[in-house]
């Protein structure tokens, strides 16, 4: 079974009191207007409205058109094509222009509301003063209303979108300080096994070197063995260690500065027993920081995984220095088959390297030679330069997405806003001239009742003419024309008050040639 969904208590609420609100305006409109038919002067609205109201949530287009048909019945009245559900119009096309967001299927619904005004005015040919309120305050409450809502909706969107992208950069900094941290983790990593991995190499080396002295007792032997194989195990945990924290090298990060240079490591390796040969080609250049680490960096890990996977063999370290790069090369030998693994072959070591190598724009080659392992890296004098962030590879920039979000309602409340402002004034550019020239028709063709009276018939245009106004009314009643006039006479309207809404007698002038005939006073409302 189809269950129907509940609305939540806050929009009954919110729908009740709008439609206290418009059926209290509706009773007022009645009450003033003293309408005969409590039916269709009150009880109907009050009943459409009813439906409007809730309707307006998922159906603000058919509300709108229920508002506006009771502006239509209020077209067929006889006394005055006003009433006060032209309110209620206004109300349900601000709240459909807040409601929905395209423009197309509102703007048919607007349209659709004027034709019907038009027709029925049209089909029950109304006086001027009912064209000229379907023309003007009709379209009036159906289209500003519309567009104030459309603007109140995006405001409240472009608010929203404020605070939406201030959680994103909210969300975008915790990224941003969960990155640092990890990057902090990760040069860790590097430093540890960069210069302690180093270290405890070389401390595995020397007490496998202690192991083979003469003056040495059984149980000496033992304890320096069992000390080797100590510091072994505290290498494979650090591999362990360094693979967990190990994260990407981002480029231009910064390195832990080297506690020695390549000089300096050269010797330290010799003084540690290391069977090492080592040459420099060219003069010295002037190193970048990142740079002079990396090849800091380089050479001790070469000599570490020598010392580690080939303990024993030889080491030849050549540094060339060419014109812009310098190009250093570590060639190791296996002493015999079976000595050791390759070396190389460590989980973290080498490709740790190449990311190093490869941010500071180098290259590195490493694998078996001969009877041994040859580790070459080619690296630039000065490292690349940063990419700045959103740039793409060919050096444009591209914009964040929150700034083209943000850059996209720009576009939107700027077109609204336009549109708001266009609008109105297209509205007033058509409807003005209109609305102008019937208010001076309607008060220009006025014949005061104290003037009507001096009109005697038997007299002349011209002894008239400073009594007459400049032009007679041009609009009468169906039921005015066809009233019964003398024979052989034209006949000239005048409207005996000022008044632009509300109906006046008319004072009809029948002349024969330029001389008054007849002059009579006709109803504003037809005898029923």
């Keep these: 079974m189809r269950h129907l969904r509940t609305p939540p208590v806050r929009d ?15 009773w007022y409109g009645f009450r003033d207007a003293g ?36 502006c239509a019945v209020g077209l067929t009245g006889s006394s005055t094509p ?55 305050v009709l379209p009036a409450a159906l289209l500003l209303p519309w ?12 608010v929203r979108e404020g605070w939406r992208l201030a959680r994103s950069l909210e969300e975008r900094q915790h990224l941003v300080a969960e990155r640092a941290r990890l990057t902090e983790r990760a040069a ?21 070197a202690l192991e083979l002295s003469p003056d040495l007792t059984a149980r000496d032997r033992a304890d320096l063995a069992e000390l080797r194989g100590t510091v072994v195990d505290a290498v494979e945990q650090l591999l362990e260690t360094v693979a967990v924290l190990h994260e990407p090298r981002e480029p231009g990060t910064a390195d832990t500065a080297a506690p020695e240079t390549v000089d300096d490591l050269l010797a330290r390796a010799v003084a540690s027993g290391v069977p090492l040969r080592w040459e420099r080609r060219g003069p010295a250049p002037v190193l970048s920081p990142l740079v002079a680490r990396g090849l800091y960096r380089v050479v001790q890990e070469a000599l570490t995984n020598a010392v580690k996977h080939a303990p024993g063999g030889t080491v030849r370290v050549t540094l060339v220095h060419e014109a812009d790069r310098t190009r250093v090369t570590v060639v190791n030998t296996v002493p015999a088959p079976g000595a050791g693994r390759a070396a190389g072959s460590g989980r973290r070591g080498l490709p740790g390297l190449r ?39 060919d050096g444009s920039s591209t914009a964040p997405e929150s700034a083209a979000r943000l850059a996209r309602a720009r576009r939107s409340a700027r077109r609204r806003s336009a549109l708001a402002f266009a609008a109105p004034v297209a509205a007033a550019v058509f409807f003005v001239p209109a609305a102008v020239l019937l208010a001076w028709q309607l008060t220009t063709g006025v014949l005061p009742p104290s003037r009507f009276a001096h009109l005697e018939p038997g007299r002349s245009r011209t002894d008239l003419a400073p009594v007459l106004p400049e032009r007679p009314f041009p609009y009468p009643p169906d039921h005015a024309r066809s009233a019964p006039a003398p024979a052989g006479t034209r006949c000239e309207f005048y409207r005996s008050g000022r008044d632009l809404w509300g109906p006046v007698d008319l004072y009809r002038l029948c002349w024969s040639g330029d001389v008054l005939r007849s002059k009579d006073t006709l109803p504003a409302e037809p005898a029923r």
């Design 188 to 208: 860790i990593a590097a430093d540890m096994h960069d210069s302690l991995g180093h270290a405890l190499s070389l401390v595995a080396l020397r007490a496998g």
């Design 35 to 70: 309408a005969a038919s409590p039916v269709t002067g009150l009880l109907l609205p009050s009943a459409v409205l009813a439906v409007a109201v809730p309707l307006s949530r998922a159906r603000p287009g058919a509300a709108v058109f229920l508002a506006n048909g009771l």
């Design 355 to 393: 990311e190093r190598v490869a941010v500071l724009g180098g290259s590195l080659t490493a694998g078996p030679h001969r009877d041994g392992f040859r580790l070459t890296a080619v690296l630039p004098h000065r490292a690349p330069g940063r990419r700045t962030p959103g740039a793409g590879g």
């Design 12 to 26: 009954l609420l919110v729908d009740v009191t709008l439609w206290a609100a418009l059926a209290a305006a509706t």
């Design 147 to 158: 567009l104030a809502g459309r603007q109140w909706r995006g405001r409240r969107e472009l």
């Design 82 to 136: 006003a009433n006060a559900q032209v309110l209620s119009v206004a109300v349900l096309s601000c709240l459909l222009g807040a409601r929905v967001v395209p423009a197309r299927g509102p703007s048919l619904v607007l349209a659709g509301c004027l034709a019907v005004d038009v027709a029925v005015c049209a089909v029950l040919r109304v006086p001027p003063v009912w064209w000229f309120y379907a023309v003007t």
